[in-house]
């Protein structure tokens, strides 16, 4: 064998070495379905058509019995279902890739849904609230045997559901699906409270009494849901970060001598991005400056998807920016 040969066979190693290598990786970036993220949609699915079909029967039931307190028991139970389909709908968006009218992908369709979803059950709150208070000024007969009843079989529903979601794993949607649940047994509770009082004593405010309270629990989630997908759709800051500290934080980066134009808003509603101009003091180190400032933003601040701009002077005086430290002397970091 000629040296010729054996240095091609030599250096054909190390570049069949370096394709395994790409494909191990390749391979672990996979988005397959993992064992686990079958196993919570399974468990959503399960769930959300129990929870909605009984939300279904306890509306009939309580317009059958004139019940309020099982009414706003039912609209509970609507917003249970709306949050076990909007976590369906995040697993099922998420797996889309982007394209080329949607650079971003489809996974705001969730905090759109969310948003939408809001807005009715705020309706539906005003709804039992006013229906609520013309009851106690003007009392109604109420079926509290089918209250009771209903109310009932909504409890071991709920019961059921959360047994379910409980077994879907470690899926971030299915536990925030299960908390939902969990809340609405009180709204069961509550319905059987008021089912149980009518038959045995035949106090009639009582329905009305527990529909406000139960109707406080609905107002009380549906605000903060209203609250959160507005601030993915105005691409706010993600309420678990801070605008002050990330841009300190990149200004002590060694290289950077300032940081502006920075903006952190949500591309869904579990993740975040960023963008900044970064004035750099060498030029040739960008590189590593801009590892660093990735590595950075991702260990510290759980950011992955991050724009960063060199820049070789200081900023245009007179542009508007946001001021997030007082400016401080030239050999100092600082954000402006």
Avoid: C
């Avoid at 400056?289 to 950011?303: P, V």
């Amino acid at each position: 064998m000629t040296a010729q040969h054996r240095h091609s066979r030599a250096g054909a190693a190390p570049q069949a070495r370096r394709e395994r290598e790409v494909d191990v990786v390749a391979h672990t970036h996979s988005h397959a379905p993992s064992g686990s993220d079958a196993s919570a949609r399974q468990a959503l699915t399960r769930a959300l058509i129990l929870t909605g079909a009984f939300a279904l029967i306890e509306v009939a039931g309580a317009w059958l019995a004139g019940s309020l307190a099982l009414l706003s028991d039912a609209g509970h139970m609507f917003t249970d279902t709306a949050a076990l389909g909007l976590a369906l709908l995040a697993q099922w968006m998420a797996r889309r890739p982007p394209s080329r009218r949607a650079s971003y992908g489809y996974a705001r369709a969730e905090v759109l849904a969310a948003f939408i979803n809001a807005l009715a059950l705020l309706a539906l709150v005003v709804f039992i609230a006013i229906e609520a208070v013309r009851r106690l000024l003007a009392p109604q007969p109420v079926a509290g045997g089918a209250v009771l009843a209903i109310a009932f079989v909504g409890l071991i529903v709920n019961l059921i559901s959360a047994w379910m979601l409980s077994r879907a794993g470690a899926s971030l949607n299915a536990r925030s699906a299960l908390l939902h649940v969990l809340s609405d047994l009180l709204g069961s509770v509550a319905a059987i409270v008021a089912g149980a009082v009518i038959v045995f004593t035949g106090w009639m405010p009582i329905d009305p009494i527990l529909s406000l309270a139960v109707s406080l629990l609905i107002l009380r989630s549906t605000w903060r849901l209203l609250a959160q997908s507005t601030g993915v759709l105005m691409e706010g800051v993600p309420a678990h970060l801070s605008y002050e500290e990330i841009g300190r934080a990149l200004a002590r980066v060694p290289g950077i001598a300032a940081i502006h134009d920075l903006h952190v808003w949500h591309m869904t509603s579990d993740r975040a991005a960023l963008s900044a101009h970064v004035l750099i003091r060498e030029p040739s180190e960008w590189p590593q400056t801009l590892a660093a400032a990735q590595r950075l933003l991702a260990e510290r601040f759980g950011i992955d998807h991050v724009t960063l701009q060199p820049d070789w002077r200081t900023s245009v005086p007179g542009k508007r920016v946001i001021p997030v430290t007082p400016v401080s002397t030239e050999d100092k970091p600082h954000l402006h």
